[in-house]
T-cell receptor, first 113, second 116 residues
Framework: QQQVKQSPQSLIVQKGGISIINCAYENTAFDYFPWYQQFPGKGPALLIAIRPDVSEKKEGRFTISFNKSAKQFSLHIMDSQPGDSATYFCAAVRGSGYSTLTFGKGTMLLVSP | EAGVAQSPRYKIIEKRQSVAFWCNPISGHATLYWYQQILGQGPKLLIQFQNNGVVDDSQLPKDRFSAERLKGVDSTLKIQPAKLEDSAVYLC??????????????FGAGTRLSVL
């Protein structure tokens, strides 16, 4: 059972364009939604995260939009750059107990020069 | 601040052989995680330690996988015997564990295992 569904699987965007990656979840016990960025040969690194009590969070060129009623959230990368080319994972964390990350399957982003 | 250290970076073994991976978390981090990342998929949690105690090993194939975190610092993950489907990257992560930052996990670069 895939608890966090992520799309698209891959994405090609021109430099300067907007990259959009979408995720959906089913478990309403999730209460923390991070995005991780992974470059080849490296481990995932936390990029940005949001809690469901806010609808949007922005950090530089990266924005998370959150729709609690639809149980969906998305990552927007504005002014995409070739250095943003990486695999992006959305994840969700249950509120109670110890934090356990449930990851989506990932989106491979390629930003063409 | 040093990051999460993992070794070896790469390992090639034949099926039915044994293999062990080592992880040294960020100093002072109470929580340590081992994940399996199969090519083209997101990381899947295998086991989670809080200090030297296991808090979640529900997805660990216990017939062949084992892990320990002696003294609540570094950790080893072992596979014995390995199967072809164990080919993956094994990621270690650590977290401060306290309420303020319990959700933030820092990942090592991983060990890429190929089982032939």
């Amino acid at each position: 059972q895939q608890q966090v569904k992520q799309s698209p699987q891959s994405l090609i965007v021109q430099k300067g364009g907007i990259s959009i990656i979408n995720c959906a979840y089913e478990n309403t016990a999730f209460d923390y939604f991070p995005w991780y960025q992974q470059f080849p040969g490296k481990g995932p690194a936390l990029l940005i995260a949001i809690r469901p009590d806010v609808s949007e969070k922005k950090e530089g060129r990266f924005t998370i939009s959150f729709n609690k009623s639809a149980k969906q959230f998305s990552l927007h990368i504005m002014d995409s750059q070739p250095g943003d080319s990486a695999t992006y994972f959305c994840a969700a964390v249950r509120g109670s107990g110890y934090s356990t990350l449930t990851f989506g399957k990932g989106t491979m982003l390629l930003v063409s020069p | 601040e040093a990051g999460v250290a993992q070794s070896p970076r790469y390992k090639i073994i034949e099926k039915r052989q044994s293999v062990a991976f080592w992880c040294n978390p960020i100093s002072g981090h109470a929580t340590l995680y081992w994940y399996q990342q199969i090519l083209g998929q997101g990381p899947k949690l295998l086991i989670q330690f809080q200090n030297n105690g296991v808090v979640d090993d529900s997805q660990l194939p216990k017939d062949r996988f084992s892990a320990e975190r002696l003294k609540g610092v570094d950790s080893t993950l072992k596979i014995q015997p390995a199967k072809l489907e164990d080919s993956a990257v094994y990621l270690c992560a650590s977290s401060p564990g306290h309420l303020f930052a319990k959700n933030i996990q820092y990942f090592g670069a991983g060990t890429r295992l190929s089982v032939l």
